[in-house]
């Protein structure tokens, strides 16, 4: 089996995950994961895909003659990241340009790798400004506490939070220390 990851991106209307999905079921494709969002008047995602060698070019002729759809497929490998610390951190703050870069510069700094980056601006009368908020998950090098990253991204600015998520399926999931307790 080959595993694809698709980026797809076209102006949104009812019906493309429709049309998307039985493509590649009709095509002999197993839809994995995926991660689709309205943004700006378009239908934008990344698909995970699994298909049988045998019906790989099929697959992608189906996906590339898709009407309002601009799909891209990449060739995927296995991952293992199976014996890697993962957390989850939930961050907030005022928003402001470059602190999407600010956070990713921080958290390469300290070794870590994002799996799953997801940010949203939200409004906040009584902040007085926009609020950012960002759900990353990320994987922490082997002997980094989970506590330095934290106190390393609260430290971009006083009013930038993080809280850390325990995620259950991960059986190194975090425990905050005292210090952070």
């Not at 470059?98 to 790798?113: D, F, P, R, Y």
């Not at 059986?171 to 952070?180: C, L, N, T, W």
Request: aromatic share 4%.
């Amino acid at each position: 089996m080959k595993q694809l990851v698709l980026t797809v991106i076209g102006p949104d209307k009812p019906g493309l995950v429709d049309s998307l999905s039985k493509t590649v079921l009709e095509n002999h494709g197993n839809w994995l994961a995926s991660n689709l969002s309205h943004l700006a008047g378009h239908f934008a995602g990344i698909v995970q895909v699994e298909v049988d060698e045998t019906h790989l070019q099929t697959l992608q002729d189906a996906l590339a003659s898709l009407e309002d759809l601009s799909v891209k497929v990449e060739l995927g490998a296995q991952a293992l990241i199976s014996d890697v610390e993962k957390l989850t951190l939930v961050i907030t703050g005022n928003d402001r340009p470059g602190i999407v870069q600010e956070l990713s510069s921080v958290i390469q700094h300290k070794g870590a790798n994002i799996l799953h980056f997801t940010s949203k601006q939200q409004s906040a009368p009584n902040w007085g400004s926009p609020i950012f908020n960002a759900q990353a998950t990320v994987t922490l090098p082997k002997g980094m506490d989970a506590d330095e990253v934290i106190s390393a991204l609260e430290s971009i600015a006083n009013d930038i939070f993080v809280e850390a998520e325990v995620d259950e399926s991960d059986s190194h999931a975090y425990q905050p220390s005292e210090a952070s307790a």
